[in-house]
Structures are given as structure tokens and as C-alpha cells.
């Protein structure tokens, strides 16, 4: 018998691309994470991408795979891939530490569901990447791949970064305003986070849970689709009641559908950087009849302080005990959400509430017209500077709303660093936006070609 061999690096293969090649053989569940393990020692030690990984640990759940396989055991959709989770979501044998020295040591009993789920799918767990503090803005010790000097984003800033850096082709993070799509962007990856309701939190750290949301990061909107694919409702998060999951597949192999897109300019559209506003002229221009361009009513401009006012309520609320506990060992920019959230008065937490309903309605006419709303993911390119997570303000509206929502890297900026196109869907639409998003990347990368 011919021995098959695997034929690139399995560190630089997509997590679809891992599920083929394992599954057809050509490649083992123990290769795929010694490659994976071998780049973490390499890049590691520029990118500080990880709170936590364990190589044994890991090499026993890839051994065991391969066992599986060997055996003719039934295989699930993400047999064998590497993947790492941010260091607020619990995993049975390894640490959550939170991003905060107060949480140092603290080793979760049971995995949470979104994990269980990622087990059984086959995923192989190499560990915990680096959050911000307690999930908010003070920063981590990460930095962006493509330039060490600059931020990564934040809080999922360590999922972001290894997923770039080639260390693993697949991590998890959160987002309560732009915690996936801002990073994401800035480090060049494709960032999804799934419709509010759609991912399970049980056993993730509740920041604010009128906002928090679960995303993905990796290199293709296939492999976001494989995750977000097993998960739905657990029936212990009360928020958790979407199973968009069993549509995400069918939308990606269904044959390509030209739709109709929205180039939505939001009240926040000064704080772009030039080289962005020029990236979106090319690209409205590029969709032809198929985007209109558009800006939403005045109203929308005050999302921004709705989010603020419920982050802060109800980070405050969950939150707060760690200031109590030893105000020394949290950072000066959480004491000072604390006292803001202290200082919010109950009726004007409960109208910002109602204003999250408000404006998601107010967004109807839009998706019944269009397939999606294209718009910037961030300012621009990630700042040169690692004291900031950078901007979220172009996430802000779409989480406060919780639709769901993809970042692709198909700009760069004026450094040659990447900038990234945020895609938003209608709310439960997850499938419809993938497919969207499936005909915009490749749409690009047929431009792309043609120059060369």
C-alpha cells in the first residue's frame, strides 16, 4: 500500500480542509496538533496568544481521534481539529482565569455547554487564549501578527491572533460590543457571531447578558459554519432559543445566489479612516445595481450610549464583586465602569432595554428589501498602540440589536495591513448572511484574480 501523505503543512490547512484530509486518511488528529503545537512554540513568544495551552493534554484527545477512527467509529464534523477557546468559557482540566490575577488558578469542574458541544463534534481543545480583563477593555498581553507593535483588538484578542499567526485554525470568543468583529478584523480573519439566542452561554462569564454573544474566528466562512453548525439551545440559558445551525451547511452548498446588499452609512461614519472610506466606494461600485447605498435614521445615533448604559448596568451588577474584593487588583479603566454603572438610574437602564427592541424593528424594512447591510467592521486598520483594544463603534449597533454578523478580510489600508467588511443579518437569518457573505468573498477574490 502506498503511503498518503499530507500534502501543505497542517498548521496552514483550514479547519475544512482538516476534516477532509482526516477523514480521508491522509492526515492524523495527532500530526494535525503537533503542527499546530510546533507553531505555538514558535510564534508564542512574539504573540502571547495564549492564557493557557496544554500539549500533552492535547496530544491524549487528538490520540484518541485517531483511535476512533482506526476503529470505524462514527466521525463528527470537526473530527480532529485544533481549536482554542477564550479564556472566559469554562473546559473541564484546564484554568479560567478571566483575564484577572484575582481568578488565578480557578479550574472549572464541567465544560461549558458550547465546549461539550465542540467535544462531541470531534474538536481537539490545545487551551485557553488570552482576554482582555474580565472580558472588557484594559488589554491583555497579546499582540496583532501582522505587526507586533500594534493592538490585536479586543477582548477576544488572543483568539484573534491565533487564529492569524497560524497557531490553530480555529478559536472561540465573545463579544458584548465588538469583541469578535473588531479583532477579527484588525487581524485580518474572518470573525462570525452568530444571531443573539443562537450559542449557548452556560458556563461563559456573564458580562452583560442583555448583550453577551458567542462568535468564531477562523481563515473561511466554511469553518465559522462547521462550529456554529452543533450549536443551539441547551435549555439552561434562558436567552439561548435560535437553532439556525441545521441551515448553515445547506446555505454554503447550496449553488451561489447574486443578492442584493445595503452599503448603510451609520451616525458614526466620521470616525473612518480615509483609506476605509475609499475601500467601501470601490466596493459599492464593484456591487453595481446589486448595493444601494443608504444611512439610517437619526435615532440610531444614540445606540452608542443605550450599549454604554446596559454594559455598564449590567456589568456593574455581575461584575462588581471583583472591585469589592481587592480593589487594587483590577485596572483603573474597570473601577471607573463600576462607578459608572453605580451612578445609572434604574429607569434609564429599563429605556435603554426597550430601545434595543425599537431599533432591531426599525431594521425590518431594510432586510425585507435586502439580503444583508454591508458596512465598515472597524475605523480602519488596528492602531500602533497595545494600551487600546481600538473602536468598537461599528459593532456597537448590531450587537445592541443582536443580529448576526461577519467580518471578511477583503481591504487593506494605507500600511498594507488589513481592514475589515462587516456583513449584518436580519436577526435568526444566519444562513441567508453566510451566503451573502460566501457571494461577496468570492466576488472579491474573482476581482482579485482577473487584475493579476
Avoid at 161 to 169: L, Y
Wanted: charged letters at 20%.
Amino acid at each position: 500500500m502506498v503511503k498518503r501523505i499530507p500534502t501543505a503543512d497542517p498548521a496552514t490547512l483550514t479547519a475544512r480542509q482538516l476534516v477532509q484530509q482526516l477523514g480521508d486518511g491522509v492526515l492524523s488528529a495527532e500530526q494535525a496538533t503537533n503542527a499546530c503545537l510546533a507553531r505555538i512554540e514558535s510564534m508564542e513568544p512574539a504573540i502571547h496568544a495564549w492564557a493557557h495551552y496544554d500539549g500533552q493534554q492535547a496530544l491524549m484527545q487528538a490520540k484518541e481521534a485517531d483511535r476512533r477512527r482506526a476503529r470505524g467509529l462514527p466521525l463528527g464534523p470537526l473530527h480532529g481539529v485544533p481549536i482554542g477557546l477564550k479564556d472566559i468559557i469554562d473546559a473541564r482540566g484546564m484554568p479560567t482565569e478571566n483575564g484577572t490575577a484575582l481568578d488565578a488558578g480557578k479550574r472549572p469542574l464541567e465544560d461549558a455547554t458550547l465546549v461539550q458541544r465542540l467535544r462531541n463534534a470531534g474538536a481537539v481543545i490545545l487551551g485557553k487564549t488570552v482576554t482582555s480583563e474580565l472580558a472588557y477593555f484594559h488589554p491583555g498581553p497579546t499582540t496583532n501578527p501582522h505587526d507586533t507593535a500594534r493592538t490585536p483588538g479586543g477582548s477576544s484578542s488572543g483568539s484573534a491572533a491565533a487564529v492569524a499567526s497560524g497557531m490553530v485554525p480555529f478559536t472561540v470568543g465573545t463579544q458584548t460590543n465588538g469583541s469578535v468583529i473588531r479583532p477579527a478584523a484588525f487581524c485580518g480573519v474572518v470573525g462570525y457571531k452568530p444571531s443573539f439566542g443562537a450559542v449557548p452561554r452556560t458556563g461563559v462569564l456573564s458580562a452583560a447578558q442583555s448583550l453577551d454573544q458567542v462568535g468564531f474566528f477562523a481563515r473561511s466562512i466554511d469553518d465559522v459554519a462547521l462550529a456554529a453548525a452543533v450549536m443551539g439551545p441547551d435549555g439552561r440559558d434562558e436567552g439561548c432559543n435560535l437553532n439556525p445551525g441545521p441551515l448553515l451547511d445547506t446555505a454554503l452548498s447550496a449553488p451561489p445566489v447574486t443578492p442584493d446588499i445595503a452599503m448603510v452609512h451609520t451616525p458614526f461614519s466620521e470616525r473612518l479612516e480615509p483609506a476605509t472610506v475609499e475601500g467601501f466606494s470601490e466596493l459599492i461600485e464593484m456591487l453595481g445595481s446589486h448595493g444601494v447605498e443608504t444611512a439610517l435614521p437619526e435615532v440610531f445615533g444614540r445606540g452608542a450610549g443605550w450599549l454604554a448604559t446596559i454594559m455598564a448596568s449590567e456589568m456593574t451588577r455581575n461584575l462588581g464583586h471583583y472591585a469589592e474584593r481587592d480593589p487594587e487588583q483590577v485596572s483603573d479603566v474597570f473601577k471607573s465602569l463600576m462607578a459608572q454603572g453605580q451612578a445609572i438610574p434604574a429607569v434609564d437602564y429599563l429605556a435603554a432595554r426597550d430601545m434595543q427592541l425599537v431599533l432591531l424593528e426599525a431594521l425590518e424594512p431594510l432586510f425585507e428589501r435586502f439580503d444583508a447591510i454591508i458596512t465598515p467592521a472597524a475605523p480602519g486598520e488596528a492602531p500602533a498602540d497595545l494600551s487600546t483594544t481600538g473602536d468598537p463603534i461599528f459593532c456597537t449597533l448590531w450587537t445592541l440589536c443582536g443580529l448576526p454578523t461577519i467580518t471578511l478580510p477583503l481591504l487593506t489600508g494605507v500600511n498594507g495591513l488589513p481592514v475589515g467588511v462587516q456583513l449584518v443579518g436580519a436577526h435568526g437569518q444566519d444562513a441567508r448572511l453566510l451566503r451573502t457573505a460566501r457571494w461577496l468573498m468570492t466576488q472579491c477574490t474573482s476581482d482579485e484574480e482577473n487584475e493579476t
